[in-house]
């Protein structure tokens, strides 16, 4: 990620260097919970880039991505002498990038929303065709969805919710959940598929 997103999040400049291969996680978020920019700079430059993906599964473009990646960053640094167990860094970090990203959609209003689609029981779509998609491909086409069939689809198939926390976390119905996901992963098939077609 860009050096300049990072100068964006950090409190304040460092006179005392931190060097990223010498810091182990315990010492990394101890000096993160001190507030130690450099410590948060290292933490950003050690984890921005497998977590902006998460951001932009969820945001569908780059510029709600980049605000996502930010803002979480943000509640990251704020919160981080909160985090218990140090192991659990990782998929603490990612929690908090999927909450700031429902949170911005449903700001939005966008988690709700049910797009116009034709009747979807019978496209007689293929689903070994995502077999041969790259993952590339299948998250770019992901990133296409309609902004609640998207949220339900990342939390439910790659996240792992269930569909209880899920219409929680949403506050939506379970059933309505059930139905996003359904309607997800058969657009999502037609998309993959006019997609391929694309391609041979």
């Given at each position: 990620m860009a050096h300049s997103a990072y100068i964006r999040l950090a409190s304040a400049p460092s006179t005392t260097y931190i060097n990223p291969e010498t810091l182990d996680r315990i010492e990394l978020i101890a000096a993160c919970?001190?507030?130690?920019?450099?410590?948060q700079k290292v933490l950003y430059d050690r984890y921005a880039a497998?977590?902006?993906?998460v951001c932009y599964r969820y945001a569908g473009n780059k510029m709600d991505a980049e605000?996502?990646?930010?803002?979480g960053f943000i509640k990251i640094f704020a919160h981080i002498g909160k985090l218990q167990e140090p192991k659990a860094l990782e998929g603490w970090m990612k929690r908090i990038m999927v909450n700031t990203a429902l949170k911005l959609l449903a700001k939005r209003k966008?988690?709700?929303?049910?797009?116009e689609l034709e009747d979807l029981r019978d496209l007689g779509y293929d689903p070994s065709v995502i077999h041969s998609m790259t993952e590339k491909e299948i998250l770019?086409?992901?990133?296409?969805?309609?902004?609640g069939y998207r949220a339900v689809f990342n939390m439910y198939a790659i996240e792992g919710y269930k569909h209880k926390e899920i219409a929680e976390m949403l506050q939506i119905e379970e059933s309505t959940s059930r139905t996003q996901l359904l309607k997800a992963r058969k657009l999502?098939?037609?998309?993959?598929?006019?997609?391929?077609?694309?391609?041979?």
């Open positions: 919970t001190k507030k130690k920019a450099s410590a497998s977590l902006y993906p605000d996502i990646l930010q803002e966008r988690l709700a929303e049910n797009a770019r086409t992901i990133a296409t969805l309609p902004d999502l098939m037609k998309k993959l598929g006019k997609w391929r077609s694309l391609l041979v």
